[in-house]
C-alpha cells in the first residue's frame, strides 16, 4: 500500500504520475535488528522517526506527540520487540 507521510522521495511508483509523493512503508518486521530507519536511512532514534510522518499520518503523530513519556517509552519497547 502507498502513503502520504511527507517523506517521499519523487520517483513515480507502480500507480502513474499521481504517486510522487508517495510511499510504500516496509513492514516493522525485524525492526530491532534496524539502526537506520526510514527509507532513507537518516534517523537513528525510533522517536525521531516517528516524528518525521506529516501528511496522511498527522493525526496519529499528533496523538503520539500527546502521549506521556512512559506511554511513548512502551511504544518504543514494542517497536524494539519487533
Given at each position: 500500500m502507498l502513503h502520504d507521510v511527507g517523506t517521499g522521495d519523487f520517483i513515480v511508483?507502480?500507480?502513474?504520475?499521481?504517486t510522487l509523493t508517495l510511499m510504500r512503508t516496509a513492514p516493522l518486521w525485524g525492526m530491532r535488528?534496524?539502526?537506520?530507519?526510514?527509507?532513507?536511512?537518516?534517523?537513528?532514534?525510533?522517536?525521531?522517526?516517528?516524528?518525521?510522518?506529516?501528511?496522511q499520518a498527522e493525526n496519529v503523530i499528533e496523538n503520539y506527540i500527546n502521549l506521556s513519556t512512559n506511554q511513548k517509552n512502551q511504544i518504543i519497547t514494542f517497536l524494539n520487540s519487533l
Amino acid at each position: 500500500m502507498l502513503h502520504d507521510v511527507g517523506t517521499g522521495d519523487f520517483i513515480v511508483q507502480n500507480g502513474g504520475i499521481g504517486t510522487l509523493t508517495l510511499m510504500r512503508t516496509a513492514p516493522l518486521w525485524g525492526m530491532r535488528t534496524r539502526n537506520r530507519l526510514m527509507h532513507d536511512g537518516e534517523n537513528i532514534l525510533r522517536n525521531d522517526a516517528i516524528l518525521r510522518h506529516t501528511n496522511q499520518a498527522e493525526n496519529v503523530i499528533e496523538n503520539y506527540i500527546n502521549l506521556s513519556t512512559n506511554q511513548k517509552n512502551q511504544i518504543i519497547t514494542f517497536l524494539n520487540s519487533l
